[in-house]
């Protein structure tokens, strides 16, 4: 399987941005799905999941309210909207495919990672 994000760049604050995650060689209706993200000299931080059929979405604390997570199975690609982005959204954000969903959305089971794709928030 693979997975490739586009969509990042530079937004302002306030401002919105619409991230693509597109999968390839794997049945991506069968998988959840996740978004992290990594800031320079911060850990990766759980940034949003889905399930398999779109039906249950699950965002980290420092984005509910302000990001949305969706897919299109038949298109076999995830989508991050980020609306009222703030300077700390800044980070190189990363697709990822779970295998395995037990326990709570940032501990699932990722296996697959796209190469991740850069946001920058600054006026």
């Known amino acids: 399987a693979q997975l490739e994000e586009s969509g990042g760049g530079l937004a302002q604050p306030g401002g919105s941005l619409r991230l693509s995650c597109a999968a390839s060689?794997?049945?991506?209706?069968?998988?959840?799905m996740g978004w992290f993200r990594q800031a320079p000299g911060k850990e990766r931080e759980f940034v949003a999941a889905i399930t398999y059929t779109g039906s249950s979405p699950y965002y980290g604390y420092s984005v509910k309210g302000r990001f949305t997570v969706s897919r299109d199975n038949e298109r076999n690609t995830m989508y991050l909207q980020m609306d009222n982005l703030k300077p700390e959204d800044t980070a190189v954000y990363y697709c990822?495919?779970?295998?395995?969903?037990?326990?709570?959305?940032?501990?699932?089971?990722?296996?697959?990672w796209g190469q991740g794709t850069q946001v920058t928030v600054s006026s």
């Open positions: 990822t495919k779970s295998q395995g969903e037990a326990g709570p959305p940032p501990t699932w089971d990722f296996d697959v």
């Open positions: 060689g794997c049945f991506f209706g069968k998988y959840a």
